[in-house]
């Protein structure tokens, strides 16, 4: 499985962005895709995780209300919109899948997912 980010750039503060994530393979019609971001210097975070066997979704304290992730299983798509974003935001977004099922709260972890994209750089002025 490859999943390839796309949709980053250059905005400034308050603008919105729409991230996708292609996935190319099998479809894991029990299993999750998510993102997280890594800042410069700074290790990588959760940011919003879909799943897709009843479309429960989970999102990081900093992008709640914000932030929503969509998707099409049946696509092997996911998508981020981005809205109010902050220079806060600024980071390299990765997209990442999951083959099995999993709880709600392990969503969040690094470690439930399987597959990793290559990231998109996404930049916040203010």
């Known amino acids: 499985v490859q999943l390839q980010a796309s949709g980053g750039g250059l905005v400034q503060a308050g603008d919105s962005l729409r991230l996708s994530c292609a996935a190319s393979?099998?479809?894991?019609?029990?299993?999750?895709m998510g993102w997280f971001r890594q800042a410069l210097g700074k290790e990588r975070e959760f940011v919003a995780a879909?799943?897709?066997?009843?479309?429960?979704?989970r999102y990081g304290d900093s992008v709640k209300g914000r932030f929503t992730i969509s998707g099409d299983n049946a696509k092997n798509m996911v998508h981020l919109q981005m809205n109010s974003l902050k220079p806060d935001d600024t980071a390299v977004y990765y997209c990442?899948?999951?083959?099995?099922?999993?709880?709600?709260?392990?969503?969040?972890?690094?470690?439930?997912?399987?597959?990793w994209g290559q990231g998109t750089q996404v930049t916040v002025s203010s």
């Open positions: 990442a899948s999951r083959r099995t099922p999993a709880i709600v709260s392990f969503m969040s972890s690094e470690r439930a997912y399987d597959y």
């Open positions: 393979g099998p479809t894991f019609s029990s299993g999750l």
């Open positions: 879909i799943r897709w066997s009843d479309r429960s979704s």
